[in-house]
């Protein structure tokens, strides 16, 4: 006859459920191991070592589930199971070396291509990858129509390339203290309407717009030519008439065009930038780094595979070697583009005509014996209130190239010029962006050139034209500027020039100035509420986001190093 016996019950008088620790059954090894929830969501935390052959690796990996060894999947490569840690995982590793160690090997099957691209022990350093990782497996990328991408919405691996992290423009230090983190979505609707600026100040010297270069083109280009010239591009605390102005009560917050512009087209930039806020007593200074992000043009910022720089070496690589950038790189390009803008503003002037405004250049000392370049700061207080019984006023530097002649007196801010020139380096490099030959596509169809860089280049051309309508600038001048040979970023020519006006232009940018106001309203609210101090607003390299740090006085300040040297005995000796 069947019978039933029941199994042992351990009591736990302690309460709770599950046996107490007194009579827990001894042959249970894992008795103080402590539960750990995972869920098959969960990755893992410790990677198998696929060289190791000994039972125990293999277990490690399928401990989890009951296998006794890695999965394996499409072409026979091993990969790690689906599930692991959990939130309180007391099982989870953690690698403590570098991740730039590893190299990421496709997971799929495909062809090689041809040329040796599938070569032994062959690496592509710009995408990271290692595309011989497996002796005599077919480890290729899909090479068919379209790139490597693959059906199914699926990254290809140029997108990984893309995804590349990039280093901010200032390290942040553990001492700082975030105060606010705004992303872009929220400054893009952000509005406020300013009425028309009050002059000031105008400084400077300015010549004449050289009509000759609007009659340039691909069949009758000119050279590019080096102007000796000085200009200035002082930053806000460090200009002498904004120190002037600001022990008058002029305004409340006080910034250059170059900064400000940066700000109001904030949700159009991907590069990383930083600006330098000081707040003593009632009123705020923006102002830039030495050698920052401000004193350099940027190329392709918003092209969808921007130009790159090459990899750092492997710091755990102790004979990795540097790259070596090339003439097309991110920082290569941006120092070119530099040196063709300010060369093409000092050569598209003529010098035989000349306005002086109503004071001198204020940065042109009595020592100096180099001649200016054409220039003139024009000093303008915009009213940002928003209340009647409220004062929120900014004073802004801004700076035009030339005056177009024959079309009023420069001194009332008739017929002002700004000039700023367009770069092509090689249309088949990568971060070309597309874009087309401008040799050939200039004359016959400058619509789509255009069209290529306001989508290439739409942070930096809407920096330009906000500067240009800050200004009060009646004309904003283009130049499409080339290299003399692709291969050879030392010599260059002058192609075309192009003519706008610049609120024709913000409109065809689709750039709002009510929005970029709004957002410099918002930004100066922020730091109105602070206390005196120094402060840093920062774009995160990576990340449509900006964020506000407290930071020391003695931030970004390069002290001098003192004459006198300090002894061993701690005195003083000469």
Same mark, same amino acid.
């Given at each position: 006859?069947?019978?039933?016996?029941?199994?042992?019950?351990?009591?736990?008088?302690?309460?709770?459920?599950?046996?107490?620790? =007194?009579?827990?059954?001894?042959?249970?090894?894992?008795?103080?191991?402590?539960?750990?929830?995972?869920?098959?969501?969960?990755?893992?935390?410790?990677?198998?070592?696929?060289?190791?052959?000994?039972?125990? &690796?293999?277990?490690? %990996?399928?401990?989890?589930?009951?296998?006794?060894?890695? /999965?394996?999947?499409?072409?026979?490569?091993? #990969?790690? @199971?689906?599930?692991?840690?959990?939130?309180?995982?007391?099982?989870?590793?953690?690698?403590?070396?570098?991740?730039?160690?590893?190299?990421?090997?496709?997971?799929?099957?495909?062809?090689?291509?041809?040329?040796?691209?599938?070569?032994?022990?062959? %690496?592509?350093?710009?995408?990271?990858? &290692?595309?011989?990782?497996?002796?005599?497996?077919?480890?290729?990328?899909?090479?068919? /129509?379209?790139?490597?991408?693959?059906?199914?919405? /699926?990254?290809?691996?140029?997108?990984?390339?893309?995804?590349?992290?990039?280093?901010?423009?200032?390290?942040?230090?553990?001492?700082?203290?975030?105060?606010?983190?705004?992303?872009?979505?929220?400054?893009?609707?952000?509005?406020?309407?300013?009425?028309?600026?009050?002059?000031?100040?105008?400084? *400077?010297?300015?010549?004449?717009?050289?009509? =000759?270069? $609007?009659?340039?083109?691909?069949?009758?280009?000119?050279?590019?030519?080096?102007?000796?010239?000085?200009?200035?591009?002082?930053? %806000?605390?460090?200009?002498?008439?904004?120190?002037?102005?600001?022990?008058?009560? @002029?305004?409340? +917050?006080?910034?250059?065009?170059?900064?400000?512009?940066?700000?109001?087209?904030?949700?159009? =930039?991907?590069?990383?930038?930083?600006?330098?806020?000081?707040?003593?007593?009632?009123?705020?200074?923006?102002?830039?780094?030495?050698?920052?992000?401000?004193?350099?043009?940027?190329?392709?910022?918003?092209?969808?595979?921007?130009?790159?720089?090459?990899?750092?070496?492997?710091?755990?690589?102790?004979?990795?070697?540097?790259?070596?950038?090339?003439? &097309?790189?991110?920082?290569?390009?941006?120092?070119?583009?530099?040196?063709?803008?300010?060369?093409?503003?000092?050569?598209?002037?003529?010098?035989? #005509?000349? +306005?002086?405004?109503?004071?001198?250049?204020?940065?042109?000392?009595?020592?100096?014996?180099?001649?200016?370049?054409?220039?003139?700061?024009?000093?303008?207080?915009?009213?940002?209130?928003?209340?009647?019984?409220?004062?929120? !006023?900014?004073?802004?530097?801004?700076?035009?190239?030339?005056?177009?002649?024959?079309?009023?007196?420069?001194?009332?801010? #008739?017929?002002?010029?700004?000039? /700023?020139?367009?770069?092509?380096?090689?249309?088949?490099?990568?971060? @070309?962006?597309?874009?087309?030959?401008?040799?050939?596509?200039?004359?016959?169809?400058?619509?789509?050139?255009?069209?290529?860089?306001?989508?290439?280049?739409?942070?930096?051309?809407?920096?330009? %034209?906000?500067?240009?309508?800050?200004?009060?600038?009646?004309?904003?001048?283009? *130049?499409?500027?080339?290299?003399?040979?692709?291969? $050879?970023?030392? !010599?260059?020519?002058?192609?075309?020039?192009?003519?706008?006006?610049?609120?024709?232009?913000?409109?065809?940018?689709?750039?709002?100035?009510?929005?970029?106001?709004?957002?410099?309203?918002?930004?100066?609210?922020?730091?109105?509420?602070?206390?005196?101090?120094?402060?840093?607003?920062?774009?995160?390299?990576?990340?449509?986001?900006?964020?506000?740090?407290?930071?020391?006085?003695?931030?970004?300040?390069?002290?001098?190093?003192?004459?006198?040297? +300090? *002894?061993?005995?701690?005195?003083?000796?000469?």
């Amino acid at each position: 006859m069947a019978s039933f016996e029941l199994p042992p019950i351990n009591d736990n008088p302690d309460g709770g459920w599950g046996p107490s620790s =007194s009579n827990f059954p001894a042959q249970f090894k894992f008795k103080d191991i402590p539960y750990a929830p995972y869920s098959k969501s969960d990755k893992l935390g410790r990677f198998a070592d696929w060289n190791d052959t000994s039972s125990d &690796n293999r277990q490690a %990996t399928g401990v989890a589930s009951g296998q006794t060894g890695p /999965r394996t999947g499409r072409g026979g490569r091993q #990969q790690p @199971a689906a599930f692991g840690s959990g939130t309180a995982n007391a099982f989870a590793y953690f690698h403590v070396e570098d991740e730039s160690s590893f190299s990421v090997v496709a997971n799929t099957a495909g062809t090689a291509r041809r040329g040796g691209a599938m070569s032994r022990g062959k %690496t592509n350093m710009r995408g990271g990858f &290692n595309r011989n990782m497996q002796r005599g497996a077919r480890t290729g990328f899909n090479a068919g /129509r379209g790139g490597g991408g693959q059906r199914g919405g /699926r990254r290809g691996w140029r997108d990984w390339d893309k995804g590349r992290a990039r280093e901010g423009s200032v390290i942040i230090s553990p001492e700082w203290a975030m105060l606010e983190e705004i992303e872009f979505i929220r400054l893009s609707k952000l509005r406020l309407d300013v009425d028309t600026p009050d002059d000031v100040e105008n400084c *400077g010297r300015l010549f004449a717009y050289d009509k =000759s270069y $609007d009659r340039i083109n691909t069949k009758n280009e000119k050279p590019l030519q080096l102007v000796d010239r000085i200009k200035y591009n002082t930053t %806000t605390s460090d200009d002498p008439v904004i120190q002037q102005l600001a022990s008058q009560d @002029a305004a409340e +917050v006080y910034t250059t065009d170059v900064i400000l512009s940066v700000l109001m087209t904030a949700p159009r =930039s991907v590069y990383p930038w930083d600006i330098v806020i000081v707040r003593e007593g009632n009123k705020l200074y923006f102002d830039k780094r030495d050698g920052g992000p401000f004193d350099t043009v940027t190329v392709n910022e918003n092209a969808a595979d921007p130009p790159q720089d090459p990899q750092p070496p492997n710091p755990n690589d102790k004979n990795a070697v540097p790259e070596v950038p090339s003439m &097309n790189s991110a920082t290569s390009l941006s120092l070119e583009a530099t040196y063709i803008n300010q060369n093409f503003a000092f050569q598209a002037v003529a010098e035989n #005509q000349a +306005v002086e405004l109503d004071k001198p250049n204020p940065f042109y000392g009595p020592d100096e014996t180099e001649p200016l370049a054409s220039c003139g700061y024009r000093y303008r207080v915009y009213d940002m209130s928003v209340k009647e019984d409220e004062d929120m !006023r900014i004073c802004v530097r801004t700076e035009v190239d030339a005056f177009m002649p024959g079309t009023g007196n420069p001194k009332d801010g #008739q017929g002002l010029v700004t000039i /700023r020139a367009l770069n092509e380096f090689d249309p088949r490099a990568q971060g @070309a962006g597309g874009a087309p030959d401008w040799r050939s596509k200039l004359d016959s169809q400058r619509g789509a050139v255009v069209a290529t860089e306001m989508k290439n280049n739409s942070c930096k051309l809407a920096k330009w %034209t906000v500067q240009s309508v800050l200004a009060g600038a009646d004309t904003m001048k283009i *130049g499409y500027i080339s290299r003399a040979n692709p291969r $050879d970023n030392t !010599r260059h020519v002058i192609l075309s020039t192009a003519s706008m006006r610049p609120a024709d232009f913000a409109a065809q940018l689709n750039v709002s100035l009510a929005n970029g106001w709004g957002i410099v309203r918002t930004v100066t609210d922020l730091c109105m509420k602070q206390p005196e101090g120094k402060y840093v607003l920062v774009k995160d390299p990576n990340k449509p986001v900006i964020r506000l740090y407290a930071v020391p006085m003695n931030a970004f300040t390069v002290e001098e190093e003192d004459d006198v040297e +300090v *002894g061993l005995d701690g005195e003083g000796s000469e």
